[in-house]
């Protein structure tokens, strides 16, 4: 198993470009989510999904777009990018039972 | 809203010391995990030790051991004979049950742990 992977790894954008950051897993779990870190402040919740077809926003989903088509992939779309938005950018999944959660290796977003 | 609160910014100790990191949390739930989190500076995110808050017996695993005291609030990790490759920040972080399951996870801001040879 390849576990969660995220690509790219490492990203600079313009303000006001767009792109989407990619998450797939192979381990069949249904639950995913999208967690920036900033300096300072930890990691906090972008969106997450409980399942292919149903998503909610976390403590900071504004600027983000998010869609679960398939169990594996939950793409991170960013409409317009912002300075605010420089993060590192982790996804996770999990599933009912397991008490952890596995986590990518995450993408350094760079907005300029 | 839960909240999770790590007052230590930075620690540094001997190799081979014992150190302890301490975190407090806030939440009106009854069931919930507690988790350590290690970040090297590979950036990955390395689960180190998770405790169920309804088990009175604290979590240990190898030279990993948690002080978790319910009434209080607290969840201290405890480092024993500290390593080199110890060196990391570390997360702790909180997760309540849903009825599906703990999807969302709450972190603290870290504290940078630097072993000093």
């Known amino acids: 198993n390849a576990g969660v992977t995220q690509t790219p790894k490492f990203q600079v954008l313009k303000t006001g470009q767009s792109m989407t950051l990619q998450c797939a897993q192979d381990m069949n779990h249904e639950y995913m989510s999208w967690y920036r870190q900033d300096p300072g402040m930890g990691l906090r919740l972008i969106h997450y999904?409980?399942?292919?077809?149903?998503?909610d926003q976390g403590e900071v989903p504004n600027g983000y777009n998010v869609s679960r088509s398939t169990t594996e992939d939950f793409p991170l779309r960013l409409l317009s990018a912002a300075p605010s938005q420089t993060s590192v950018y982790f996804c996770?999944?999990?599933?009912?039972?397991?008490?952890?959660?596995?986590f990518g290796p995450g993408t350094r977003l760079t907005v300029t | 809203a839960q909240t999770v609160t790590q007052s230590q910014p930075e620690m540094s100790v001997q190799e081979a010391e014992t150190v302890t990191l301490s975190c407090t949390y806030d939440?009106?739930?009854?069931?919930?995990?507690l988790f350590w989190y290690k970040q090297p500076p590979s950036r990955q995110m390395i689960l180190v030790i998770r405790?169920?808050?309804?088990?009175?017996q604290n979590a240990t695993e190898n030279r990993f051991s948690v002080n978790f005291q319910k009434a209080a609030k607290s969840f201290s990790l405890k480092i024993s004979d500290s390593q080199l490759g110890d060196t990391a920040m570390y997360f702790c972080?909180?997760?309540?049950?849903?009825?599906?399951?703990?999807?969302?996870?709450?972190f603290g801001t870290g504290t940078r742990l630097t072993i000093i040879p």
């Open positions: 999904s409980v399942g292919a077809g149903i998503t």
């Open positions: 996770a999944s999990s599933t009912q039972g397991l008490d952890r959660q596995y």
């Open positions: 405790q169920e808050a309804y088990k009175q």
């Open positions: 939440t009106s739930e009854n069931n919930y995990y």
């Open positions: 972080a909180f997760t309540h049950f849903t009825n599906f399951g703990n999807e969302k996870l709450t």
